[in-house]
């Protein structure tokens, strides 16, 4: 079955930088790539996603890059706000089901 | 997102004891979905149900058991045989089954007395 590494899982930045989240998969069949984010306790909510036939998807300070020769993908967040801070997940699917990644803890210090 | 409610947010068990977790959407999606969540661990698949009368289990669906009678509801069992069923537990749904986004509720804890 599909196998999602996510690294790092913990990540630490200034208010103002960038921050940088990356995932591998396993499966060549994988179409679809969700990101979700995760405050403590509450619901994940998806944030962006990018599908196979797309190299790059940006949604203001968001922006997801796909690689498909190299089974991999990674998120970007530009300009970060203390707002950003929370648990950040991905996830790959080959049109059964999501495979998520174990998370990256993000914290932006003012 | 108000599409999806679980019910209860906390749940205790009793050892030997089955609990039911609750889920309904009222999203008109077809497929829906169980994750277990646990500290580092992200979310694991339990089961998922592509239409009505028809499910299929995850990657640990051991020890769990679920039912899809009803289009927007698909309740999930933690049976006597989960023996760490302590854990956070999220359902989702998506107007299809896989490469769609999933819309999840606020989810249920589950802990052992």
Redesign the interface.
């Given at each position: 079955?599909e196998n999602v590494e996510?690294h790092p899982?913990t990540l630490s930045v200034q208010e103002g930088d960038s921050a940088v989240i990356k995932c591998t998969y396993s499966d060549s069949a994988s179409?679809?790539f969700?990101w979700y984010k995760q405050e403590l306790g509450?619901?994940?909510?998806?944030i962006i996603?990018i599908?196979s036939n797309v190299g790059e998807k940006k949604d203001q300070r968001i922006a997801v890059t796909l690689n498909k020769t190299a089974k991999h993908f990674s998120l970007h967040i530009t300009e970060t706000q203390p707002e950003d801070s929370a648990v950040y997940?991905c996830a790959a699917?080959?049109?059964?089901?999501?495979?998520?990644?174990?998370?990256t803890s993000l914290l932006v210090t003012p | 997102?108000g599409g999806i409610t679980q019910s209860p947010k906390y749940l205790f068990r009793k050892e030997g004891q089955n609990v039911t977790l609750s889920c309904e959407q009222n999203l008109n999606h077809d497929a829906m979905?169980w994750?277990r969540q646990d500290p580092?661990?992200?979310?694991?698949?339990i089961y998922?149900s592509q239409i009505v009368n028809d499910f299929q289990k995850?990657?640990i669906a051991e020890g769990y058991s679920v039912s899809r009678e009803k289009k927007e509801s698909f309740p999930l069992t933690v049976t006597s045989a989960q023996k760490n069923p302590t854990a956070f537990y999220?359902c989702a749904s998506s107007d299809r089954?896989?490469?769609?986004?999933?819309?999840?509720?606020?989810?249920t804890r589950l802990s052992i007395l």
């Open positions: 079955g996510q899982s179409n679809y969700p509450k619901r994940p909510q998806l996603d599908r997940f699917s080959n049109g059964y089901a999501l495979n998520f990644g174990k998370g | 997102d979905y994750y580092g661990q992200g979310l694991r698949l998922y995850g990657d999220l089954q896989g490469n769609q986004p999933q819309h999840f509720g606020d989810g």
